[in-house]
DNA sequence: TTTATATTTTTAATATTCTGGAAATATGGA
DNA sequence: TCCATATTTCCAGAATATTAAAAATATAAA
């Protein structure tokens, strides 16, 4: 029990470099505002995703400026796509997100949730 | 039921300017590296907080450019401060980390966790 | 009231990001 | 093959962000 909280507290200070280089990545790219609309877009999307095109005429964006968050996004592997003869279907990473939140969730409190002031941990 | 669910899918669009406004600069104000660390710091230490100066030294940062940052933090609301005497005592704030984990979680399936291929909702 | 300490503001240089037009690439159909 | 469609890459200008030294402000203690 003491030694597990310490476990705890050590896992959370070895988040090692790559990990946090993903989780900026990621914050990176959906603090925005045409990203995290395009990205907001793809998650009411769901499963099937949308096409570039689809998507430049419903943000009314041109698709060079689309190509290039998307390619963000992609990066920040809180996009993903796949090929589908002419067309490229991009659709939400959830479990990118829900890794995101891992991260932010596992700051609170420096890892020991029976200390925690606010209701994130519990 | 059918009403549930389709007011849960309204409230999730209705997110209104401000709100996405805050939760863009507050995924902005984390997604710098200096100050992810700056704020994971915060975190570590919890409800006595920091002073600018313990910072700089634990992170080996000029203090204006901490200053910069902190201002960033404050602004977006993911940092608390207040003063004490010739100290100003910095804190993370917890609630809207909270927040800004709601909005990304909301995102997930249109708000309807019964057809999410993932876990977040659950 | 002078001095020391804590922090912020100003400023300027540098670096990075965003945007969209135009050209390039890739693929499927006529 | 030739054409239309889907998307990306290239480019360059505009806008923003980051950094830290130096100066300014604020407060407490001697």
Not at 3 to 25: H, M, P, Q, R, T
Not at 91 to 108: Q, R
């Amino acid at each position: 029990m003491n030694a597990n909280s310490k476990d705890n507290k050590n896992e959370n200070e070895n988040y090692n470099a790559v990990e946090v280089k993903f989780i900026i990545e990621a914050l990176e790219a959906l603090s925005n505002e045409s990203r995290l609309k395009i990205f907001r877009m793809l998650v009411k999307a769901g499963h099937s995703g949308l096409t570039v095109t689809e998507m430049s005429k419903s943000l009314n964006m041109p698709m060079s400026t689309l190509s290039f968050h998307l390619a963000k996004l992609s990066q920040a592997n809180i996009v993903l796509f796949v090929k589908q003869s002419r067309f490229i279907i991009y659709s939400a990473n959830f479990e990118s997100v829900n890794k995101l939140i891992g991260y932010l969730t596992e700051s609170c409190c420096n890892g020991n949730p029976e200390e925690c002031f606010n209701d994130i941990c519990k």
